[in-house]
């Protein structure tokens, strides 16, 4: 690969589901449940500014995609989201993640590997999956609790690690 197309490579940004991108109206702010009857088929409630944030980073030129442990099915994630605009450019799950990341590994690996995916910064809530980002290659941002300025934040870390020299 040369260099030329090595710089058209978009950033890529990931997002856990649990507790990040679907929250508990109790604990945070939500986006409006879907209408009837969607709303008894995707239970799911998305942290408020979900699709003002995945679609703003699509805008400043990056991919967006999701990176869970859960077994949802990629065709589940995709058509929950599109009920709110939003359409990923990829989605690992936990089947996809056991396939092409485990695999036969006689050693058990973490249960995310976002550099497997050349994903540059991922956004998870556990401290367990944060942690181990220096070991395995790659970026973190921790985020659980409700927080207002998420959308900026994120946004001013994946510029940051835009920037950083190669
Ligand atoms: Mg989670």
């Given at each position: 690969m040369n260099n030329d197309s090595y710089s058209e490579e978009k950033m890529?940004?990931?997002?856990?589901?649990?507790e990040v991108l679907f929250v508990s109206p109790d604990t945070h702010k939500t986006e409006?449940?879907?209408r009837f009857p969607f709303n008894k088929i995707y239970k799911e409630r998305l942290r408020l500014g979900?699709?003002?944030?995945?679609?703003e980073l699509q805008r400043?030129?990056?991919e967006v995609w999701v990176y869970t442990s859960s077994f949802r099915t990629e065709r589940y994630i995709k058509?929950?989201?599109?009920?709110?605009?939003?359409?990923?450019?990829?989605?690992?799950?936990a089947q996809r993640h056991l396939k092409e990341v485990q695999g036969n590994n006689k050693t058990i690996l973490p249960q995310k590997l976002p550099?497997?995916?050349?994903?540059?910064?991922?956004?998870?809530?556990?401290?367990?999956?944060c942690s181990l980002g220096p070991q395995y290659g790659y970026?973190?941002?921790?985020?659980?609790?409700?927080d207002d300025e998420w959308k900026e934040k994120i946004i001013k870390e994946a510029e940051h690690i835009k920037n950083l020299p190669r």
């Amino acid at each position: 690969m040369n260099n030329d197309s090595y710089s058209e490579e978009k950033m890529r940004v990931s997002f856990d589901l649990d507790e990040v991108l679907f929250v508990s109206p109790d604990t945070h702010k939500t986006e409006p449940a879907l209408r009837f009857p969607f709303n008894k088929i995707y239970k799911e409630r998305l942290r408020l500014g979900t699709p003002d944030l995945v679609n703003e980073l699509q805008r400043l030129g990056y991919e967006v995609w999701v990176y869970t442990s859960s077994f949802r099915t990629e065709r589940y994630i995709k058509n929950l989201f599109k009920h709110y605009k939003v359409h990923f450019d990829g989605i690992v799950n936990a089947q996809r993640h056991l396939k092409e990341v485990q695999g036969n590994n006689k050693t058990i690996l973490p249960q995310k590997l976002p550099s497997r995916y050349r994903i540059s910064l991922h956004i998870d809530d556990e401290t367990v999956v944060c942690s181990l980002g220096p070991q395995y290659g790659y970026k973190t941002y921790q985020l659980d609790a409700e927080d207002d300025e998420w959308k900026e934040k994120i946004i001013k870390e994946a510029e940051h690690i835009k920037n950083l020299p190669r």
